[in-house]
T-cell receptor, first 113, second 114 residues
Framework: KQEVTQIPAALSVPEGENLVLNCSFTDSAIYNLQWFRQDPGKGLTSLLLIQSSQREQTSGRLNASLDKSSGRSTLYIAASQPGDSATYLCAVKTYSGNTPLVFGKGTRLSVIA | DGGITQSPKYLFRKEGQNVTLSCEQNLNHDAMYWYRQDPGQGLRLIYYSQIVNDFQKGDIAEGYSVSREKKESFPLTVTSAQKNPTAFYLC?????????????FGSGTQLSVL
């Protein structure tokens, strides 16, 4: 059974700092991996989706990488801003049938002005 | 605007009562999902549906029921058999199929027990 782990559970950084969020998964046979952002009391917003054949995806100040063989993904946020404060979740879709996404518990990020 | 609408935003349940959470999408997506989120926890899958009139149990389906009579609607009923229903409930949809399955989420319903 696929398990997704995110470390650290919480992170606090000063504004302007570059940071990395980590995601690991136990079954490397995945279709894709997604990174989501969740603001308090809100739904999730998809940030980046990496297909299993890709190594990375970029959107603005965000860069997500994928290393299937080691079961790891990282989300890099450049020049962090207070508006980046939120919980970031990663989720993987495995190959088996129509199995939906398996989510990690998220990393709660606080960017201090 | 295209999107997913969940209602109500807040819902209170009395002991022994069934309550229904609404989820409607106008994205023309085939697949729809219900997740439960507890504080500090990841999302856990309750039910999902790939096509109309068909749905499958997720990891924590006990005490819940769903229907998929229309493509755009996927209501979730929390029955009295669910003994710990207090949580944040999220509905999602995707185009469907395998591969590039980007998920779109509603804004959630917070369910509490009176």
């Amino acid at each position: 059974k696929q398990e997704v782990t995110q470390i650290p559970a919480a992170l606090s950084v000063p504004e302007g700092e570059n940071l990395v969020l980590n995601c690991s998964f136990t079954d490397s046979a995945i279709y894709n991996l997604q990174w989501f952002r969740q603001d308090p009391g809100k739904g999730l917003t998809s940030l980046l989706l990496i297909q299993s054949s890709q190594r990375e995806q970029t959107s603005g100040r965000l860069n997500a990488s994928l290393d299937k063989s080691s079961g790891r993904s990282t989300l890099y946020i450049a020049a962090s801003q207070p508006g980046d404060s939120a919980t970031y979740l990663c989720a993987v879709k495995t190959y088996s049938g129509n199995t939906p996404l398996v989510f990690g518990k998220g990393t709660r990020l606080s960017v201090i002005a | 605007d295209g999107g997913i609408t969940q209602s109500p935003k807040y819902l209170f349940r009395k002991e022994g009562q069934n309550v229904t959470l609404s989820c409607e999408q106008n994205l023309n997506h085939d697949a729809m999902y219900w997740y439960r989120q507890d504080p500090g926890q990841g999302l856990r899958l309750i039910y999902y549906s790939q096509i109309v009139n068909d749905f499958q149990k997720g990891d924590i389906a006990e005490g819940y029921s769903v229907s998929r009579e229309k493509k755009e609607s996927f209501p979730l009923t929390v029955t009295s058999a669910q003994k710990n229903p207090t949580a944040f409930y999220l509905c999602a949809s995707s185009i469907g199929g395998k591969g590039a399955e980007k998920l779109f989420f509603g804004s959630g319903t917070q369910l509490s027990v009176l």
